[in-house]
């Protein structure tokens, strides 16, 4: 078992696991050394960096989230392509920030501080020490700035089913650099806004006069992080006062369509993502249409005790991803997703046009924002050749303005293999025919003249649990096909987001584990592609998809030659795991305040009592995910090198 600590950082030429296996090992496997093609050719892969949108400053510069050395720090770029300037140098790097307005430079930002606390930060002035405004005890993220920069909000998390919604005033100044590096320095109290046990507050905006709060609540149940439901993230929506006054936003009965319930006059208002509208009367909402059959979200206006909002988006068979508004309200912009591609549609809402910018290219948006004036719209635009980089469209000439180019490494990423959309029946049936599934793959590109032996194939599944599969840039999966010869396929099993909410429904409470029979049918699938190699299918999934991935090795362990669980759940409701005998790679960070690092360590000693070779990789300074660039690369190289030796 290998625990590594932030001062014993593995190397990918020196990574080095230790085999937790027993001697009768039905697959060889030689971990003596890491496979001397992982080791010579994987770190050219892996040494590229994206730049993220943060947001813009109020000079017109843009704040960007991009890897300098080991960790993601906060950089200022200010104009198209120009340098950029590192404005945070936290030892664990930074996991979310917000630019003050009004106050020019300054800056709040989330840090980690160790066995999953977070600390919110304020820089009042590049160059200067960083002040902190909570504990670092505490679990915080989404820092959020009035409109007038005098006021902070953020969530403070108490455990997996409780957080909070909490607000500092920041006042016309701040303490000195010299106050707030001095330990008397105690950072201030904030006032709480919203919380209770049993559910977990969103922070979505403030009104246009900085007097209101828009909030979401979720009422978490006990096993949801066992099992995460496609529609957890539909929240009920509030509004709050500065006081900490509470009141929910709701729509008569008559327009409540397939969520009203007995005789109430009203219903609470239900979306999943909520902004103010710039007339600070109205809602601009992510949410389904009221009838039964609504099936996608949409972008809606809602005017709160007017009833019924009416659709601003075209698409009627697309989610609805992302969206955002120009403080003068003249353009709104949205993200729609088509089988996990993004589109962005503009919406002239002075001249009722919808327009569609042909100079943004294909590819997955993660972010966008307006400018203050509305002017000028940043997004985040990575494509399976470019890494995430940010761009600036101008609405009114439609021109697209990249403003940085994050180095690929020593690899040419315009030779990357761009993944097809492939479909594949499943086990059920919909009006007598087999229910299709998609899923992306990745094929090597074999020379003309030969005829090529099947090839390995490795699941990838990072879908279900409302989770979408995206074919967005992974150099990692790259390396997998092009160096290493896999064919990688990345299914939407059902339960996923983005192809309706009856799909995503499909694999709630009891039917959780059809989406493992989803995986069971593309093994049947395969089993019929002359050029895949059905004898040496393996299994690899992240987050939720590591709970498919140990329920599939389970399930269908005859048609498997291993598997990587990474990131898992809550593992106590998953049945039938023991069954597991082929190889397994466990990966965690081992400070996961949701997850006990003790679940995966267990079940990793079942296995191995019962013969099954079994190998585990933790972080002692990581939680639910690895944010440190040289753990990702060491996550990386452990798969690599364990898909290396499942096929001699």
Known sequence: MLHFKPSQMLSILGLALIAEASAQQPVRMDLSSVDTLVAQRLPAYLAGRAARLVGWLDDGSLLIATRFGDTEQIHRVRAPLSTREQQTFEPAGVLAAAGRPRHEGALAYVAPRGDGATALMLLSKPGTAAQALTDEHSRVDSPLWSHDGQRLAFVHHGNARDCAIELLDAGAETASPAAAATTAAAPAVPLVIAGGSGACWRLFDWSSDDQRLLLGREIVTPDASAVPAASAADVEIFTADLSGSLAPVELPHASAGRSGKGTAATVPLRARLARFAPDGHGLLLLRQGESATAEFLQLQQLEPGAGEGHALSVESARDVDLF?????????????????????????????????????????????????????????????????????????????????RSEAGPVDPDSFIVPTLVRFPTWDRIDGQPRMLTAYAWRPVEAPSSAPAPRPVLILLRSGGGAQYRP?????????????????????????????????????????????????????????????????????????????????????????????????????????????????????????????????????????????????????????????????????????????????
Do not use: C
């Open 324 to 404: 955002d508004v120009g403080g003068d309200g003249h353009y709104l912009a949205y993200v729609s997703n088509d089988a996990g591609l993004s589109h962005l549609t503009l919406i002239d809402q002075q001249r009722h046009l919808d327009l569609n910018p042909a100079a943004v290219p294909p590819g997955v948006i993660g972010s966008l924002g307006f400018d203050s004036a509305g002017k000028r719209l940043a997004i985040t635009l990575q494509s399976a050749r470019g890494p995430d980089d940010v761009y600036v469209l101008e609405p009114e000439s439609q021109q697209l303005t990249r403003w940085t």
């Open 472 to 648: 967005g840039y992974d150099p990692f999966i790259q390396f997998l096909v092009r160096e290493l010869g896999w064919v990688v396929l990345a299914p939407n099993v059902r339960g996923s987001g983005g192809f309706g909410r009856s799909f995503g429904e499909l694999a709630r409470g009891e039917l959780r584990d059809d989406a493992a029979r989803d995986v069971g049918s593309l093994l049947v699938w395969i089993g019929l592609q002359h050029e895949l190699d059905f004898n040496h299918i393996a299994v690899l999934g992240e987050g939720y998809g590591a709970y498919l991935a140990l329920s599939s090795m389970a399930a269908y362990g005859d048609r498997l030659i291993g598997g990587i669980a990474a990131f898992p759940p809550h593992l106590d409701s998953a049945g039938n795991l023991a069954s597991i005998r082929r190889p397994v790679l466990f990966v965690q960070g081992r400070r996961d305040p949701d997850v006990p690092a003790y679940e995966v360590e267990q079940l990793a000693a079942r296995l191995r009592t019962q013969g099954t070779p079994v190998q585990y990789l933790g972080a002692e300074d990581e939680g639910a995910r690895f944010e440190r660039r040289s753990n990702r690369d060491a996550y990386d190289g452990a798969v690599a090198n364990f898909l290396a030796q499942l096929t001699r």
